[in-house]
């Protein structure tokens, strides 16, 4: 997992839109890059939406929101459909982005083990390091966090 201070891995992958989205193009901007388990559960529906509803805030803020899950491009596209999310959400079925940010591991659901996201937020600022990471974030909270994260609230 990268550490604060350090440059935040690059990596490319393809949003609901089929866009190529590749951190680098964001240079210059601060970006709140969630990882998520799963489109359409209950938690990260409540962030997901979370982050629609304070959209324009984090805009007026200068942050760009990309959300990570190892859900593919059609998954995320119905998903966002279905909220109104403004944001981009990258596919990562091979788990690639995941594994380079060090929240891809074990996780425990019911008494289960299974290979899986740890929802984690890291906080780039405009020279692509890592200025912060929210480590298991407040759905219902998370541009709270975000903005308290980047020191902007």
């Known amino acids: 997992m990268p550490e604060v201070g350090q440059r935040a891995p690059d990596f490319e992958g393809i949003d609901q839109h089929g866009r190529r989205i590749r951190l680098r193009d964001f240079l210059g901007k601060?970006?709140?890059?969630?990882f998520y388990p799963k489109d359409d559960t209950p938690g990260c529906t409540k962030q997901a939406c979370s982050l629609r509803d304070g959209y324009a805030r984090l805009q007026a803020a200068g942050i760009v929101v990309l959300g990570v899950s190892?859900?593919?491009?059609s998954s995320h596209r119905r998903f966002a459909e279905k909220y109104g999310l403004p944001f981009s959400l990258i596919a990562d079925p091979e788990a690639n982005i995941c594994r380079a940010y060090g929240?891809?591991?074990e996780r425990t659901l019911y008494g289960r083990k299974f290979m899986?996201?740890?929802?984690t937020t890291f906080l780039i600022d405009e020279a692509g390091l890592v200025y912060a990471i929210i480590r298991r974030p407040k759905v219902a909270q998370h541009v709270d966090e975000v903005l308290q994260g980047f020191g902007l609230q």
Do not use: E, F, N, S
């Not at 601060?30 to 969630?34: C, E, N, T």
């Not at 190892?70 to 491009?73: L, M, N, R, T």
């Open 70 to 73: 190892a859900d593919d491009a």
């Open 103 to 105: 929240v891809w591991g």
């Open 30 to 34: 601060k970006v709140a890059l969630y």
């Open 116 to 119: 899986g996201i740890q929802r």
